[in-house]
């Protein structure tokens, strides 16, 4: 009697697993990283979203249960991304039509054999169309019966979604002449076949949806969505660290078995970066929770100017005793007046002096004749009276020190190396720059570094970093301020 009802245990089991299987949609619970990258595709004006991401952390699974849920419309209790209430036209591609059957097609369907216990119910599968060309099982359309998503008694309706199985190795050609609500683009595309993916999308307004790892460098498509951040993109980044399938300790491991040169790419999905990043440092020998600042510490604030790129931002505090720069605050934005950006100066503190560039000497393009320093001046910025230089060499007076940019990079990194650099880890404008700024054949790349050039031009300026001085004190007829850094500025 104990044998068969074992085998009968164990048979309900299997049939268990085999049912759960079939309902892997129902099933995902994404991780924060994730959740991050759904929730984007819901953001007003967004229509490009990329997840770039270590290896093996869950990018491809994350796409391919979105991918469901837009072909099936079975979309959970409180979904916070994009939604279609109506069938769906998607594509779906990746690498090679190998490469794209053991990644995409397995992650929808399951092995083949077996179709179904992928991200798309079996029950939701209509009709599965095998490729006539390329590897064996490769599957080129999946039709999808689709639930519409303000059904909420989850009847069948007659609507019908499809899915087209693409490859990047079929040439730009092959991605012409559809209209889709839909792409994923699992792994780098070519940014040719990308932007003719991104066009099927046009007429009906939908969106585009890229993972991968970055191993390919700093290539068109990841400058498309990390450099020149094209209106409408978003960008989502998960390290091997966002992964809680991985311990503390496995996370060591793995990233002790790439080579020196992968391990960034493979584990923080940050690109290999042309001839190298400029502060090849460790993030954890400058990163630091945000700090109660004390009151005897002097500020600064750095600027670098800018409206086709950003103007930026940083605040700085300033440890005399260790010599040590604490970057605290930050500030980003495109295509606004300095109207707009001297609001954010302000409103940190009044007080706190602004380090800025030499091109701020330019004068106003509308031929006012006042130059842009004089602009943030004249609404009340507390501009230092000359551009940022170095600190001026014995023998040397104020002003003399240059503003070389190799010169103040190198100051950067040896305070990074020495313990006198530290930044707040919440900036994550900050943190993205320091990850993508490098070199290519040499030279510094001058994109996507507002606020690494806001930063050197704070610290070129770090003499001039004054102390708040005390309401009470001030308020006193004829008080003169004796604390070092709290006379005038030069």
């Known amino acids: ?8 245990i164990d048979r309900q089991i299997a049939e268990i697993d085999r049912l ?34 270590a290896n093996q952390v869950g990018k491809t699974l ?20 994009a939604m279609f209430l109506k069938p769906t036209i998607g594509w779906a591609a990746s690498n090679t039509s190998q490469g794209t059957r053991d990644s995409v097609q397995r992650m929808l369907l399951g092995q083949p054999g077996d179709w179904g216990t992928g991200a798309i119910p079996k ?6 169309k095998k490729a006539t060309h390329g590897v064996a099982d490769a599957v080129e359309i999946i039709t999808v019966r689709h639930i519409p998503a303000h059904d909420n008694s989850h009847k069948l309706s007659d609507g019908t979604s499809r899915i087209t199985i693409k490859t990047y190795d079929q040439g730009r050609e092959r991605w012409q002449g559809d209209t889709i609500n839909f792409l994923w683009c699992d792994e780098e595309a070519p940014i040719d076949l990308y932007m003719e993916g991104l066009t099927r999308t046009n007429a009906t307004g939908g969106i585009a949806m890229t993972t991968f790892t970055p191993l390919l460098g700093m290539s068109d498509t990841v400058r498309r969505f990390l450099l020149t951040k094209t209106p409408g993109t978003h960008v989502t980044t998960m390290t091997i660290f966002d992964a809680p399938h991985y311990s503390p300790a496995e996370c060591e491991r793995i990233i002790a078995g790439y080579p020196l040169h992968e391990r960034d790419a493979r584990t923080k999905g940050i690109p290999i970066l ?18 109660q600042i004390p009151q005897h510490w002097p500020r600064i604030a750095g600027i670098d100017f800018g409206y086709d790129h950003p103007t930026a931002i940083v605040w700085i505090a300033w440890d005399r005793d260790s010599n040590t720069m604490h970057v605290y605050d930050c500030y ?10 001297s609001i954010a100066l302000r409103s940190r503190g009044l ?11 330019q004068h106003d393009k509308g031929g006012s004749c006042i130059t842009l320093a004089q602009q943030y001046r004249d609404m009340g910025c507390n501009m230092l009276l000359r551009h940022a230089t170095h600190p001026p060499a014995r023998g040397q007076i104020e002003g003399e020190g240059g503003y070389g940019l190799e010169a103040g990079l190198e100051a950067m990194f040896d305070r990074m190396q020495a313990g006198q650099l530290k930044v707040a880890k919440h900036l994550t404008d900050w943190w993205e720059e320091f ?27 770090l003499r001039k970093a004054v102390v708040q001085r005390p309401p009470k004190l001030a308020a006193i007829p004829g008080f003169r301020p004796t604390v070092p850094g709290m006379g005038m500025m030069g």
Do not use: C
Request: charged share 20%.
């Open 1 to 8: 009697m104990a044998a068969v009802a074992t085998g009968s």
């Open 20 to 53: 759960l299987a079939q309902h892997k949609l129902q099933q995902y619970v994404p991780y924060p990283k994730q959740l991050e990258f759904h929730a984007a595709g819901a953001l007003p004006g967004v229509r490009e979203r990329l997840l770039i991401a």
């Open 62 to 81: 994350s796409a391919s249960m979105e991918v469901g849920m837009h072909a099936t419309g079975l979309y959970p209790p409180g979904w916070p991304g």
């Open 123 to 128: 029950k939701s599968i209509i009709d599965i």
């Open 274 to 291: 042309g001839s190298g990043r400029i502060f090849p440092i460790e993030e954890s020998m400058i990163a630091e929770s945000p700090l």
């Open 332 to 341: 980003k934005r495109r295509e606004a007046t300095p109207a707009t950006h």
């Open 351 to 361: 007080w706190i002096p602004i380090a800025w560039p030499h091109d701020g000497l």
């Open 435 to 461: 990850r993508l700024y490098h070199r290519d054949e040499g030279k510094v790349v001058k994109e996507n570094d507002d606020l690494m050039s806001a930063t050197r031009i704070a610290m070129m300026m």
